[in-house]
């Protein structure tokens, strides 16, 4: 079975600072990954996808992932942040011809203003 | 166009009722997917289901756990006889279909507190 890990528990950061979520996985074979986010009160929302082609993958509301196939992993990234970026984040992923997400144990993101 | 909804948002139990927790699935959506994270963790996979029908429930626990997604009305994931290992944020996900191609949508969670 597939397990994700995403590098940071808590991340604080100021307004306008850079951001880089790490998640890795471990799965041989093809996987399709994802980013999801929780701002808080409100449900799962995807931030953005990666099934194939460019592995530099834009998302909504500025942020973007890189998928390193060599490093199996899928890195978060959002060159500078606003106090509104404050959520949970989960990275996830799953083998391409099945249903069923593993997600890791999320990171919680606070932007002070 | 409302998106999958859950409720109740928050449920308290005490240690040996019952929960039901409730999930309508996004229109035109037949494929409902429970997760459930518990404290610190990731969100698990528990059960698939289609109208009428469980595909996967290789996630949900043995006992006490059952899930169910009727022709007419929400999918309900019902725990009996709740314990305080219960306690978590409980997610539902609806599809159009079973690939993941467009990504899940999710609900907001029903957080469970069993004291």
């Known amino acids: 079975a597939q397990s994700v890990s995403q590098h940071n528990h808590h991340v604080i950061l100021s307004e306008a600072a850079s951001l880089e979520l790490g998640c890795n996985y471990s799965y041989g074979g093809t996987v399709n990954l994802f980013w999801y986010v929780q701002y808080p009160g409100q449900h799962l929302q995807l931030l953005l996808k990666?099934?194939?082609?460019?592995?530099l993958v834009k998302g909504i509301k500025g942020f973007e992932a890189e998928f390193i196939k060599s490093k199996f992993s899928f890195n978060l990234r959002k060159p500078s942040v606003q106090w509104s970026d404050t959520a949970e984040y989960f990275c996830a992923v799953n083998p391409a011809d099945d249903y069923k997400l593993s997600f890791g144990a999320g990171t919680t993101v606070t932007v002070r203003a | 166009n409302a998106g999958v909804m859950q409720n109740p948002r928050h449920l308290v139990r005490r240690r040996g009722q019952e929960a039901r927790l409730r999930c309508s699935p996004m229109?035109?959506?037949?494929?409902v997917y429970w997760y459930r994270q518990l404290p610190e963790e990731g969100l698990k996979f528990m059960v698939y289901l289609q109208k009428e029908n469980i595909i996967d429930e290789s996630g949900m626990p043995k006992e006490r756990f059952s899930a169910e997604f009727p022709k007419e009305g929400p999918s309900i994931l019902r725990i009996q006889q709740v314990v305080r290992g219960d306690s978590a944020a409980y997610f539902c996900?609806?599809?159009?279909?079973?690939?993941?191609?467009?990504?899940?949508?999710f609900g907001s969670g029903t957080r469970l507190t069993v004291v």
């Open positions: 990666y099934f194939s082609g460019d592995p």
């Open positions: 229109k035109g959506h037949s494929h």
């Open positions: 996900a609806s599809s159009h279909d079973s690939k993941t191609n467009y990504g899940y949508t």
